[in-house]
């Protein structure tokens, strides 16, 4: 496989993921050092670069074929998607296997002294969120007006400063509603992390390489269940 021809393999730099989705390529047998100040990692044994970017970099980077692999949580790939197939872009990529970390749900939250039925007790609220398009689906689905506050962070503070009556956040514990004087309603998306591999056409060499990596990441995540 010629230097051009290696294959790239996107993860996020730092962040929730970035620890798992190394430690999870070492154990598929991808050895490499990483150089926090370098965007770019070679791997010393297999022609694999590793692109460590912005977790929301990784479906678009992906879906335009300028890498070929990408570890990132459902979350940010389905907001993307839908955002990309709103503004006609492309939005193909192959969901190649869910992983075992990264494990977190979109979920709607609101004060609480707030009163809560139903869904329907929703309409008309603000509602605070860094998915909006998650967010409308969920909303449409059900049938209910809202209009949403765009925040990508400090998410969960915006009814407590008065910019929005709810939220549309990540949770895992819990914890960050219960710090916040929320409680969460609605579970409107369960994620995890997973592996992608953009729609393009792949060269054979390029391929097979990714079958063999794909085959070792399905023996480790059984073995680790
Ligand atoms: O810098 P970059 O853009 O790459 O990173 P980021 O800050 O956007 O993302 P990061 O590293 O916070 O999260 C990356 C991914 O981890 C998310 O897209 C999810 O797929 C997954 N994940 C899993 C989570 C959580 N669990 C999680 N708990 N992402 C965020 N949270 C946050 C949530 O936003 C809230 O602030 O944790 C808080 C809630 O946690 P609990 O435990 O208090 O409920
Ligand atoms: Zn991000």
């Known amino acids: 496989m010629s230097e051009n021809n290696r294959l790239r393999i996107a993860i996020q730099k730092s962040g929730r993921l970035s620890k798992e989705s190394q430690k999870l390529l070492k154990s598929c047998g991808v050895k490499f050092n990483v150089n926090e100040q370098r965007l770019i990692v ?16 990784i479906p678009g980077l992906v879906m335009d074929g300028v890498v070929d692999l990408g570890i990132i949580g459902e979350n940010v790939l389905e907001e993307e998607q839908i955002e990309r197939q709103t503004l006609g872009k492309p939005a193909e990529c ?7 970390f990264g494990a977190c749900r979109l979920s709607l939250a609101v004060p609480n002294e707030f009163s809560y039925e139903n869904a329907s007790s929703l309409e008309g609220l603000r509602i605070a ?38 939220i549309c956040d990540l949770v895992s514990t819990g914890a960050t509603l219960e710090a916040n004087g929320l409680y969460e309603t609605d579970v409107i998306y369960q994620s995890m992390a997973c592996i992608i591999q953009s729609a393009e056409e792949q060269e054979p060499g390029k391929q097979a390489l990714i079958d063999k990596i794909l085959s070792r990441m399905n023996g480790v995540v059984r073995a680790r269940e």
């Open 129 to 166: 969120t860094s998915y909006p398009n998650l967010l409308r689906r969920y909303m449409q689905e059900k049938g209910i007006n809202y209009s949403d506050c765009m925040l990508k962070g400090s998410v969960e503070v915006a009814p407590r400063a008065g910019l929005s009556d709810g």
């Open 94 to 100: 192959v969901k190649l296997r869910e992983l075992d």
């Open 42 to 57: 070679h791997a010393d044994n297999m022609p694999i670069d590793l692109l460590r970017v912005r977790d929301d970099d």
